[in-house]
C-alpha cells in the first residue's frame, strides 16, 4: 500500500480532476458548438455556457498553481527524459489553461455581434478590444488551434498515466486519484 504522504494532497487531487472534467467538457461543448446548427436561442445558450465555464477556467487556474507550491509528494524513480517530459507537458498544460480562456474573452471581446460575456448571467465582462472582425476571424483560429493543442496534449498525459498504470505499475495514478 502506497504511504499516504506520496499522494497529492486532498485539494490538488480535487482541482485536477475538477479541471480535467472541465476541459473535457469545453472541448465537446465547443467542437458541437461550431459543427452542428442549432435554432439561435440554443446556439446563444451553448456560446454562454462555454464561456461561463471557459472564463471559471481562470480562477480555478489561480488556486491550481498554489496548490502546487504546497509540499509536493516525494519524487518518483523515472528516467531523465520521463521527468524533463513530465515538466515541459505540465507547463504546457498550464500555459493551455491560461491562454485558452484569455484569446476566447478577446475573441468574444472582437466579434463584430458586439454580445456581452455574462458569466452565469451574474456580471457583464469588460471589452479587452473593440469589435473588429478581422481580429475575431485571427483569434477564433488561434483559440481553435490553441483548443486542439490542449486536446493532443491531453491524450498524450492519458496515454502516459495508462503507460505507469500497466506497464511501469509505479504507482503514479494513485498519486492523484482518491
Excluded: N
Excluded at 480535467?20 to 452542428?36: E, F, K, Q
Excluded at 531523465?80 to 468574444?108: D, K, N, Q, S, T
Excluded at 479587452?128 to 490542449?150: K, N, Q
Amino acid at each position: 500500500m502506497m504511504d499516504r504522504l506520496r499522494r497529492w494532497s486532498g485539494p490538488v487531487r480535487l482541482l485536477h480532476w475538477v479541471m480535467a472534467a472541465l476541459l473535457v467538457a469545453l472541448i465537446a461543448v465547443g467542437w458541437v458548438m461550431t459543427h452542428s446548427q442549432y435554432d439561435l436561442g440554443t446556439t446563444f445558450a451553448l456560446y454562454q455556457w462555454h464561456k461561463s465555464y471557459g472564463l471559471l477556467v481562470l480562477p480555478l487556474l489561480a488556486l491550481r498553481l498554489a496548490a502546487r507550491l504546497s509540499p509536493r509528494p516525494p519524487a518518483l524513480e523515472h528516467s531523465r527524459i520521463e521527468r524533463v517530459g513530465a515538466r515541459i507537458a505540465h507547463l504546457a498544460f498550464y500555459l493551455l489553461m491560461l491562454a485558452l480562456p484569455v484569446c476566447g474573452w478577446l475573441m468574444a471581446s472582437a466579434s463584430p455581434l458586439s454580445l456581452p460575456t455574462r458569466p452565469f448571467d451574474l456580471f457583464t465582462m469588460p471589452s479587452l478590444v473593440a469589435p473588429d472582425e478581422a481580429l475575431f476571424e485571427r483569434l477564433r483560429l488561434l483559440h481553435e488551434i490553441l483548443a486542439y493543442a490542449l486536446l493532443a496534449l491531453l491524450g498524450l498525459h492519458v496515454a502516459a498515466a495508462l503507460k505507469h498504470q500497466f506497464f511501469d505499475r509505479d504507482g503514479v495514478i494513485r498519486r492523484i486519484t482518491f
